[in-house]
């Protein structure tokens, strides 16, 4: 517990200590009041302040104000016959046990997103006239080389320039194995080294860097509240005022009429306790908060409880191929030559031409050739969206791409040509074909489990790639996908993207899942986007609604099992409350319900919906 906490919880035992005394004296005199004020001050003092602090502030009607209003008022029933002095106590002493408890469910619902807070690191070490200097992160240069060394906290996003470890990526992707890392492979600030000294040359200032943007992304996502959450937000406006006013009607129409103005203001008092609204207003976002911690342990990060209940709600899962549901590792398993020319000819046409991007596919067929780029062979290099390039080499126009470039080009293709499982590059030289180099790439292991695990919940799996047919039809059947289109452009995704929506019932969500970095149009148009792989990935934190800190598409059936999970809290808690409210209010009002009841009413149904939100940060969860 934290010091607040803590004094809270000795003002209480002190509290019950006096209320005991009190109620051990035998005293019944008209004073007998001032035996109970002591414990009820030292019980309620901060509520009574907050309360009249809100009304000078003009925010009158909250809970501080009716259990002020409703405690104050057990006392003056004393002025009406036998004062309820021991109950008002209780009341506040309860209440503030309600508080408390609140107070240390948040502190721990909040362990996982704090724990987030540690990734920032304190300090990086630059060397300066030979020394080892520690200054901030925030201080040190884009270009500069920082050491990091084994035990420390790689402090900002970089390239290894020297040296070689393993990583520690826990805190940011939730996956305990470690990592290793070797010179001239990318590190992100917020793993932590293990092994060896390794210089880092840093590539992003660190307010753009990993660790600053997952902060501000946790942190701002308790500000993006859910449907849920805005109507309790609404529904206590408008609920407050309205119990108040119900209270003074009690108070004072039925003795009009019937005399007995003690009881009814007994009654009506009753009725201020039970009707606090503190079991809604907590639990409710208290559920979304310990759901987004709970996702943030497993390595997900949802950025807001909007997007959360959203996410429960969806019914179709749109994937895309490349980097999502494959590994992205590519190697060329086929070179098929025209007969004019050779498989080494074909290879060195193909790598020249994909000389210049640095798609995974054109690294896979420069290393295939693995023979020598002399940029000089290369002039007018044109890449066209979606289906390849077009460039002069040694003079000669060459076009590698997808069938469409072919078609495109005027050049005629063979008829088997494409007909091979995986990624299909066509080249031509001078309009004429030459050949075609057929890439493959592995499916991620979990991508099988994660899809049968998807279709268990009632979710239909599509998949928009722009792979050729033959590949991604190959892809949808070893997955069990439901539905899979081929050989799409960009525009095309969002088009077929716009159509799946169209096709949604009114209550139903659609959710895309891409890489954030040439997906980000359909991620941003989607009901939801979720980005996977996202490790030091500036587009897919931007893009997406939710993180998937590593590539695992295991992930997703998880984060819906908990957006599920910790919606089915929210609709209990907000039942549970207003049914037994509704119910003991009307007791309270036919005289039926006393100060006891009303204690349950309010703070044990907080305490017990306050229990129940915790779940949604249960460290198990089903997927």
């Known amino acids: 517990m934290s010091k607040r906490q803590t004094k809270m919880l000795y003002r209480i035992i002190a509290g019950a200590i006096l209320l005991a005394a009190a109620a051990l004296i035998p005293y019944a005199g008209p004073w007998r009041f001032l035996l109970f004020l002591p414990a009820y001050f030292m019980a309620g003092w901060d509520v009574l302040w907050r309360a009249a602090k809100n009304i000078a502030h003009g925010q009158v009607f909250d809970e501080n104000f009716l259990m002020a209003l409703a405690t104050v008022g057990a006392f003056c029933t004393g002025f009406f016959g036998e004062g309820e002095y021991p109950e008002a106590v209780f009341v506040m002493l309860f209440y503030q046990v309600g508080e408390l408890f609140q107070g240390v469910a948040v502190g721990r619902s909040r362990k996982s997103i704090s724990s987030l807070m540690d990734l920032r690191p304190d300090y990086a070490n630059v060397e300066r006239d030979g020394q080892m200097v520690q200054v901030d992160p925030e201080d040190v240069a884009v270009g500069s080389v920082i050491v990091v060394k084994p035990g420390e906290k790689v402090p900002l996003d970089g390239e290894i320039v020297e040296g070689s470890t393993t990583l520690n990526t826990a805190a940011l992707t939730g996956e305990s194995l470690p990592r290793s890392v070797h010179a001239g492979e990318a590190v992100a600030s917020g793993c932590i080294n293990l092994s060896g000294l390794i210089r880092v040359r840093v590539d992003r200032p660190f307010q753009e860097g990993t660790v600053a943007k997952i902060l501000d992304l946790v942190e701002n996502a308790a500000s993006k509240k859910a449907k849920a959450e805005n109507f309790i937000t609404k529904f206590a406006r408008y609920y407050t005022p309205a119990v108040v006013i119900a209270a003074l009607v009690l108070a004072v129409v039925p003795p009009l009429f019937a005399g007995g103005w003690a009881q009814w203001l007994q009654r009506a008092l009753t009725f201020l306790v039970v009707s606090c609204p503190c079991a809604l207003v907590i639990s409710v976002p208290l ?129 088997e040509a494409g007909a091979s499982p995986g990624t299909t590059v066509h080249l031509a030289a001078e309009g004429r074909y030459a050949g075609r180099v057929v890439i493959s790439d592995r499916l991620k292991p979990d991508a099988a489990e994660a899809v049968a695990r998807l279709k268990a919940q009632g979710v239909q799996t599509v998949m928009l790639t722009g792979d050729a047919r033959a590949a991604g039809e190959a892809a949808a059947k070893a997955l069990g996908l439901d539905q899979a289109y081929t050989e799409l452009l960009p525009a095309d995704k969002v088009e077929k993207l716009e159509g799946l929506l169209a096709r949604q019932a009114p209550k139903s969500r659609l959710a895309f899942v891409g890489d954030g970095v040439n997906d980000a149009p359909v991620l941003s148009r989607a009901d939801v986007g979720i980005a996977m792989g996202a490790l030091g990935s500036d587009a897919a934190i931007e893009a997406a609604d939710v993180v998937l800190m590593d590539d695992k598409p295991s992930k997703i059936p998880l984060a819906m099992a908990i957006a599920r999970k910790t919606l089915g809290i929210v609709r209990q808690n907000i039942v549970f409350a207003l049914a037994v409210k509704a119910l003991v209010l009307a007791l309270t009002a036919v005289g039926l319900a006393n100060m006891w009841l009303a204690v349950f009413a309010d703070v044990g149904v907080m305490v017990l919906a306050v229990l129940n939100a915790t779940r949604a940060s249960a460290r198990r969860q089903a997927g």
């Open 287 to 415: 559920s979304f908060f310990c759901g987004i911690g709970g996702a943030s342990r497993q390595g997900v990060l949802i950025k807001g409880g909007n997007y959360m209940e959203t996410l429960a709600a969806v019914d179709t899962m749109v994937f895309d191929k490349t980097g999502t549901l494959t590994q992205g590792v590519f190697q060329v398993t086929e070179v098929r030559p025209e007969p004019w020319l050779n498989r080494e000819q074909l290879l060195e046409l193909a790598a020249l031409a994909e000389g210049y991007s640095d798609h995974p596919i054109s690294r896979s067929i420069r290393e295939a050739w693995n023979g020598p780029a002399d940029p000089a062979r290369l002039s007018e290099v044109e890449e066209l969206s979606g289906r390849g390039v077009r460039v002069r080499v040694d003079g000669k126009l060459v076009c590698a791409g997808n069938r469409k470039l072919m078609e495109e080009s005027g050049v005629a293709l063979p008829q």
